[in-house]
Structures are given as structure tokens and as C-alpha cells.
């Protein structure tokens, strides 16, 4: 299951809010975009940006989002999280993770950390779960 | 031109800063609120640093699926 498909399905339920963080594999820091790497990466997740570098202040960060959420068209609106990066180190969301929270303020479930935790399925499954027994 | 010098020190590179951020990422997972934790509150802007959101807000409204990620 894609994330556009559970937005689809859910955003008249569940309130969907995208979070940008730090990035994960920019030209300055651990980049994927190589020869090798950046082939299959492009051929498994050709949305992926391999040409981005880490961005020094908000206003780069926030444009590097934008981009995101304009390539990647999940119809989640994408929030920034500061040059802090506190939002972030409060939910360990790098590279990216997903969570459930329910209406109590109370975490519903945490997914595990991406790449190979971030598993929407699992989202699903805790959000048709959580919408049953309310 | 991709050679094979080019793709060696790919490879070195990507085991170069796997090995640095490892024992970082190792500690992600204990730091992560787990279920039943109260979810950290926080007010974020969105792209165009015009419109916040708080998490709290929506607490006794609706749940809310964060979904974090960047576009590297």
C-alpha cells in the first residue's frame, strides 16, 4: 500500500500531517546518487531526489520541502521542522518513520525506522484498528 | 563515463558513512515514543512558512498520522 492510497482512503478520518526533516542522502552527506547506487535507487524510488544538498537555513529547508511535496504527490500537506531539528529528535523520525496518534494525544503505533520499518501497511492496519474500536 | 574506479569508491564511500551513522541509528529506535507514550507536542510551518499546525490541536478532534521523511 502506497501512502497516496491511505490518504485517499482515510484523510476524511484521520488527519494526515507530512513532516520534513533533515535530509537523508544529500550530495554532502551520505549520498545514494553515485554510479552504482544511484541506478537502482532511481529504478526502485524514481521519485526520489539524488541531487539535493543538505540545506544551511529554514528558508532553503522549507524549499527543498516544497520540492518533496510537489515530486512526491502523497496529498499530504508537509510541515518543516526547524533548523533545530527538534521535532525530529523528539519523534527519532530520521530518515523516516511513521506514527499514529489518537485523539487522546496518546501514540497509537510507531513504526519502525525507515527504510526498512517504514511499512504503511502496518499504518493501515493500526488506523482500521484504532477507527473500529472508537 | 561510469568506471570502475568511479563504483569502488562508491562502495567505499556508502560503507565509510554507513559505519559512522550506525551506532547513531542504533539509538533512534530506543528514542522513539513508543505506544501508549503521550506524542510530543509541536508547532510546525508548512513550505511556505505561512501556515502552522500543532499537534495538540487536534486532540479530541480526529488521530493524526505523522509521516516523516525528506526527499533524499
Known amino acids: 500500500m502506497r501512502l497516496h492510497d491511505l490518504y485517499e482512503q482515510y484523510h476524511e478520518r484521520v488527519q494526515f500531517l507530512g513532516v520534513y526533516i533533515r535530509e537523508a542522502h544529500p550530495r554532502d552527506g551520505w549520498w545514494l546518487g553515485g554510479p552504482l547506487l544511484g541506478r537502482i535507487i532511481k529504478r526502485y524510488a524514481p521519485k526520489v531526489s539524488m541531487d539535493h544538498l543538505d540545506p544551511r537555513t529554514i528558508e532553503e529547508r522549507r524549499a527543498v520541502a516544497g520540492e518533496c511535496e510537489t515530486a512526491l504527490q502523497y496529498g499530504i500537506r508537509t510541515y518543516v521542522d526547524e533548523m533545530d531539528d527538534r521535532v525530529n529528535a523528539a519523534y527519532a523520525g530520521w530518515p523516516t518513520r511513521l506514527y499514529l496518534i489518537g485523539v487522546d494525544g496518546r501514540v497509537v503505533y510507531a513504526g519502525g525506522l525507515g527504510p526498512y520499518g517504514f511499512k504503511p501497511d502496518e499504518l493501515k492496519a493500526a488506523i482500521d484498528g484504532y477507527l473500529e474500536s472508537a | ?72
Open chain 2, 1 to 72: 563515463m561510469t568506471t570502475f574506479t568511479d563504483v569502488v569508491n562508491e562502495i567505499r564511500t556508502t560503507i565509510r558513512y554507513r559505519k559512522k551513522l550506525m551506532p547513531w541509528i542504533k539509538g533512534l529506535d530506543e528514542r522513539a515514543p513508543k505506544a501508549g507514550d503521550m506524542a510530543p507536542d509541536f508547532t510546525l510551518f508548512d513550505t511556505t512558512g505561512a501556515l502552522s499546525v500543532t499537534l495538540s490541536d487536534f486532540r479530541g478532534k480526529r488521530p493524526v498520522a505523522l509521516v516523516f521523511g525528506s526527499f533524499t
